[in-house]
């Protein structure tokens, strides 16, 4: 046990007063006999025992009042987390992790929640001094490069107008980056006294941890925890949780189908809620949904582009508490001009290019660029979007890097097998499945044809009549004398495969890009295919497929980095306009990636030169962030916990008016002063009683008379 004022201790010497009295008044008097009284001290003996009783209870109340009243005033304490001896003036660093994410602009009878973080961050101030360390530390900054905190050892009125800037910030962070941030600062402190204030809504989205981190050990035993939660009521929050198109080919003046999931985080359920489908700023649909609670719905809605350039979509809810997340953002670029590289040797193109300038004689916008694989230079990549290439072991070292990060980058390949394609570079660099030699189908003249063609996907698209059923649904199959058999990997999708179960054509991603990889050479040496039917819309459709990587423009979380690659002229001047429509400029430098970090605004960011727009990009609030509901005081202590902080180690504090005392009980211990002082009353009232009885007895002559 240790005392807050121990001073107040020498006041013990008072206890001495009613032992001293009473000893005065016990003084020997001289006793003379005689014999008219003898007959009376039987009577009293009982009576003056029951006095000499009362009077020392008397005593012993009157000594244990004074002593209880002394050890209220010394403010006595059970030992604290801190060391003996340190006590109230120890140094201090105190670490105030506050959330300052979109879910804390809800409100309740106290305001908005934001706001009561802020109070009871300046509350806190109070209980430090002007030695101690202050760190203040948003929990949006936490594990962004240069932004660990705010203030490295802050004055208190400096932190107190750090809390005061402090604002609203749709970047999502897991508590678990805070604490980890926050251990890094206390293990840097030479103090003994480290504390580390938590003020937050606590929702889940904040407490679930990316995939499993195991047990860390990052903060000394000698660090306190406190969680302050903010907020007293449920919030009705619907969140658009996700905006995507279903896989599918976007072309010009074509539907296509965009799916919505909205996620219900209300305690109880909603029905028909208006969901809205903008484009380009116009709604072009909208539909009811209705979900439990805690629930999920998925819908879909059809779009049709009605023109080329930037499609920027926004799928919209009607409001409810919580507007951050009732809005989601997507962003197509439908180009005018499809460009198309063709590379080979003349005799290997003359039938793709023949089906290629068909569809241009159909009216579909594309450019047709030819050339030997041994003449493919950077600057002819550059002005392509897709590439079709036969024989790629033509390709040259240089050529292949090239061409390798041309995909990478978001080009499309369509790939051909010639007689070199064994010992091709190209497909070791875009780790496709490797030819294994070129295999006839048998002698004479022997043939294969397709097995099993996945015509769900959506290469397969308009190629089948509307009214056509699943049986009636067939590809004619070419006869197939020679192929360049592969074996498929975990990374590509067969779509068209033979009888001998090796695939005719399969597909992969590659980082940012795509390739259709054929396993015959488009010439009549191989097979009959450029004769068939099928041929010129699959490889139409080849065409429209491989420059959907051209479509779609990146997606990214608030507070990501967005680069862009490919960018035209470095010389041209560029700007970026945010989705408030303002604009400003940015630089780009030759041969680097242009990257951008400052997407603390959500909607959709367009990158421009002085003519015209050239990228896009959309920006979204993480969907965890609208997991809204409280987390349970069993997932925040075994987050923290995991972390290294032991159970007895946290305190919550649900109360802000007994903030101020729960830090001071568990910083230098329990106080025991309220316990001394109610004893003291009792004592007191027992002592009144026991004193009045007392003299009722004496004045009622219970004590027998000499007369």
Not at 392 to 407: E, G, I, K, M, Y
Request: glycine share 6%; no cysteine; proline share 5%.
């Amino acid at each position: 046990m240790t005392f807050l004022n121990p001073l107040m201790l020498a006041a013990l010497a008072a206890a001495a007063i009613p032992v001293i009295l009473h000893l005065i008044n016990l003084r020997k008097l001289r006793t003379i006999e005689f014999s008219s009284l003898t007959f009376l001290k039987e009577l009293q003996k009982t009576t003056i025992r029951r006095l000499k009783l009362r009077q020392l209870l008397l005593l012993i109340l009157r000594t244990l009042l004074i002593l209880f009243l002394v050890m209220a005033f010394a403010r006595p304490t059970l030992k604290g987390s801190f060391a003996e001896g340190m006590g109230p003036k120890a140094r201090a660093t105190a670490v105030i992790l506050i959330d300052d994410s979109f879910s804390m602009t809800a409100s309740d009878g106290s305001g908005d929640y934001l706001k009561q973080a802020r109070e009871s961050a300046l509350n806190l101030l109070e209980l430090l001094t002007g030695d101690d360390e202050i760190h203040i530390l948003p929990l949006s900054h936490a594990g962004r490069s240069g932004m660990d905190s705010v203030s490295t050892r802050s004055t208190i009125t400096a932190a107190a107008s750090l809390l005061e800037d402090i604002r609203p910030t749709p970047i999502h962070q897991k508590l678990g980056d805070g604490a980890r941030v926050a251990a890094k600062i206390l293990s840097a402190s030479e103090n003994l006294v480290q504390e580390l204030f938590v003020i937050s809504d606590f929702q889940e989205g904040l407490v679930s941890e990316k995939g499993e981190t195991g047990k860390e050990a990052l903060f000394g035993p000698q660090v306190r925890l406190f969680l302050i939660p903010i907020g007293s009521r449920s919030q009705q929050n619907l969140a658009v949780e996700s905006l995507s198109i279903s896989n599918a080919i976007i072309e010009i003046r074509k539907p296509f189908s965009l799916d919505v999931a909205v996620a219900n985080h209300s305690p109880a359920p909603v029905e028909n809620r208006l969901v809205s489908i903008f484009l380009n700023g116009t709604r072009v649909s909208q539909k009811g949904v209705s979900a439990e609670a805690g629930g999920k719905v998925r819908t879909s809605f059809t779009v049709v582009p009605s023109s080329p350039g930037f499609q920027n979509i926004t799928a919209e809810l009607e409001s409810d508490d919580l507007e951050f997340d009732n809005r989601r953002f997507l962003s197509l670029h439908l180009s005018e001009t499809i460009r198309v590289l063709l590379a080979g040797e003349s005799t290997d193109l003359r039938f793709l290019r023949l089906a290629l300038e068909t569809r241009q004689q159909s009216g579909s916008s594309l450019t047709l660029a030819i050339t030997q694989p041994d003449r493919i230079t950077s600057g002819m990549l550059e002005q392509s979007d897709i590439v079709f290439l036969t024989d790629p072991a033509a390709l040259s070292s240089f050529q292949s890097d090239r061409l390798n990060a041309f995909v990478r980058n978001g080009g499309g390949l369509a790939l051909f097998p010639g007689t070199g394609t064994a010992s091709a570079p190209l497909l070791r660099l875009l780790e496709l499945p490797p030819f294994q030699g070129i295999q006839p189908a048998g002698t004479g003249d022997s043939f294969v044809e397709f097995e099993r063609a996945e015509l769900a996907h959506p290469l397969f698209d308009g190629m089948f009549t509307e009214s056509a059923n699943e049986r009636s649904r067939v590809l004619e199959s070419p006869r197939i004398r020679r192929f360049a058999r592969t074996v498929p990997t975990e990374r590509s999708a067969v779509i068209i495969s033979i009888s001998t179960g090796a695939p005719f054509l399969l597909e992969q991603r590659v980082d940012k890009g795509r390739v259709l990889l054929f396993s015959v050479s488009p010439t009549l040496e191989w097979s009959d295919f450029p004769l068939k039917g099928l041929f010129v819309p699959l490889i139409q459709r080849t065409v429209s497929s491989l420059s959907q990587e051209q479509i779609h423009q990146p997606s990214i979380l608030a507070g990501e980095t967005v680069r862009f690659y490919s960018l035209p002229d470095p010389q041209e001047r560029l700007s970026l306009v945010t989705p408030r429509n303002i604009e400003g400029g940015i630089q780009s430098e030759p041969g680097r990636v242009l990257s951008f970090g400052k997407t603390e605004e959500l909607g959709i960011y367009t990158l421009k030169n002085t003519t015209s727009p050239l990228r896009a990009f959309s920006v979204n609030i993480d969907p965890d962030e609208s997991r809204t509901v409280r987390a349970t005081q069993k997932e925040l202590e075994g987050l923290f916990f995991s972390l290294g902080i032991p159970e007895g180690a946290v305190t919550t504090i649900d109360e802000s008016s007994a903030l101020r005392a729960s830090v001071l009980e568990t910083r230098h211990g329990i106080e025991l002063w309220k316990h001394f002082l109610i004893a003291a009353l009792i004592l007191a009232i027992a002592e009144m009683l026991l004193g009045r009885a007392g003299k009722r007895e004496t004045a009622g002559g219970q004590i027998p008379s000499l007369t």
